[in-house]
């Protein structure tokens, strides 16, 4: 019983991956256009993140960084918060993990200005990198 809730999780995030996964975003009109790339022409800090998730579920974690290295950077670190979830669940600790990050007020402000600043600079020429490549 101790393991309803991460397990749960872990179907609710992986059902929509493999499906990401089964279904190549990579080949047009698959999935719908970005409504800010195609409203405004930047990226926005989402931007590539399915073909991201499509690679990572390849097993190449180069070419989804290239994709979307933000989306990288918290997929690896969710997957790390999961897994500390899981082994406490193991051990008999009941619920939601007491050490699992709580959203404060700061650290939300602290997210949308790390999203902000990462659409910003991904649409600059010294961001260039941190595109994704056009399909």
């Known amino acids: 019983m101790r393991l309803v809730r991460p397990l749960a999780a872990l179907v609710a995030v992986a059902l929509p991956t ?3 996964g089964a279904v190549d975003p990579n080949a047009p009109g698959h ?3 970005c409504p800010v790339l195609q409203a405004t022409g930047w990226w926005c800090p989402g931007c590539g993140g399915l073909r991201c998730v499509h690679a990572l ?3 190449d974690v180069l070419a989804a960084a290239h994709d979307n290295l933000l989306v990288v950077v918290l997929a690896f670190g969710l997957a790390v918060l999961w897994l500390g979830w899981l082994v406490r669940a193991v051990r008999g600790a009941a619920g939601r993990p007491g050490w699992w990050p709580r959203m404060t007020g700061r650290r939300a402000g602290v997210l949308v200005l790390v999203l902000l600043l990462f659409a910003v600079v991904r649409n600059l020429p010294v961001g260039a990198g941190l595109a994704p490549p056009g399909v």
Do not use: D
């Open 31 to 33: 999935y719908p256009v």
């Open 18 to 20: 493999a499906f990401v």
């Open 57 to 59: 579920t390849r097993g």
